[in-house]
């Protein structure tokens, strides 16, 4: 399974970016995919997550650091996911990784290493 995210891109503070990640086939019976960032010179953090299988609806979840401003959303028949980010931060500027579990089957899942598919990241950048 492959993961191609897109979508970054130079925005000013306040600005809206929204991303994407579509994987080449469903990642697994229950999906979780999800958004990290790392920013130069720090470790990759969480950004937000979003669950789902066949006859559930989605579960997203999110970073506090996201909570409020960051949207997550996917579409299982395409099996993509998107990231709306809206009132962007200098301080969101990071490359920004999609990535699911293959092997998911539920819960709540915050850590990279919990994640063993990962796309290349998009950059985003928020300057004046």
């Known amino acids: 399974v492959q993961l191609q995210a897109s979508g970054g891109g130079l925005v000013q503070p306040g600005e809206s970016l929204r991303l994407s990640c579509s994987a080449s086939?469903?990642?697994?019976?229950?999906?979780?995919m999800g958004w990290f960032r790392q920013a130069p010179g720090k470790e990759r953090e969480f950004v937000a997550g979003?669950?789902?299988?066949?006859?559930?609806?989605?579960?997203?979840y999110y970073a506090e650091s996201a909570k409020g401003r960051f949207t997550i959303s996917a579409d299982s028949a395409k099996n993509t996911e998107h990231l709306q980010m809206n009132s962007l931060k200098p301080e969101d500027a990071a490359a920004y990784y999609c990535?699911?579990?293959?092997?998911?089957?539920?819960?709540?899942?915050?850590?990279?290493?919990?994640?063993?598919?990962w796309g290349q990241g998009t950059l985003v950048t928020v300057s004046s």
């Open positions: 990535a699911a579990n293959s092997r998911y089957y539920r819960g709540t899942y915050y850590q990279a290493f919990e994640f063993d598919l």
């Open positions: 979003i669950t789902w299988s066949d006859g559930y609806q989605y579960y997203a």
């Open positions: 086939e469903r990642t697994s019976r229950n999906v979780l």
